[in-house]
């Protein structure tokens, strides 16, 4: 909703884990904000030219493959996971050294 609610920014893709009843679904409408065209998918590489920076509230480990794939590919990432290891926290660090990373554990605070 946020996203969809500032200017300047576009909803460019939303992903689900492979097997979810939400893929195919039209992402606005899941978040309330109605039709946005922006199909929910399973894959990072089906979406990887639809944004330009991921924003990730998943598990470490998703996160982790998740940093893999922005790192490769030049995208920027916003971090809301929490439960890092030292050396998960530690690969964000050196991420950030190739890729745009803001890494905010707690959103809620």
Same mark, same amino acid.
């Given at each position: 909703?946020?996203?969809?609610?500032?200017? !300047? *920014?576009?909803? #460019?893709?939303?992903?689900?884990?492979?097997?979810? @009843?939400?893929?195919? @679904?039209?992402? !606005?409408?899941?978040? #309330?904000?109605?039709? $946005?065209?922006? $199909?929910? =998918?399973?894959?990072?590489? /089906?979406?990887?030219?639809?944004?330009?920076?991921?924003?990730?509230? $998943?598990?470490?480990? #998703? $996160?982790?493959? %998740?940093?893999?794939?922005?790192? =490769? %590919?030049?995208?920027?990432? *916003?971090?809301?996971?929490?439960?890092?290891?030292?050396? !998960?926290?530690?690969?964000?660090?050196?991420?950030? /050294?190739?890729?745009?990373? *803001?890494?905010?554990?707690?959103? @809620?605070?």
């Amino acid at each position: 909703q946020a996203a969809l609610a500032l200017e !300047g *920014v576009q909803l #460019g893709a939303a992903l689900e884990r492979e097997g979810s @009843s939400l893929l195919g @679904s039209d992402a !606005g409408e899941l978040a #309330g904000a109605g039709k $946005t065209g922006v $199909t929910v =998918q399973s894959s990072l590489d /089906a979406v990887k030219d639809d944004f330009d920076v991921f924003i990730d509230f $998943t598990r470490p480990e #998703g $996160t982790l493959n %998740h940093l893999a794939f922005c790192r =490769q %590919h030049g995208k920027g990432m *916003v971090i809301g996971t929490t439960g890092f290891d030292e050396a !998960g926290k530690q690969a964000i660090r050196d991420a950030a /050294a190739d890729i745009a990373i *803001v890494f905010a554990a707690n959103f @809620s605070v």
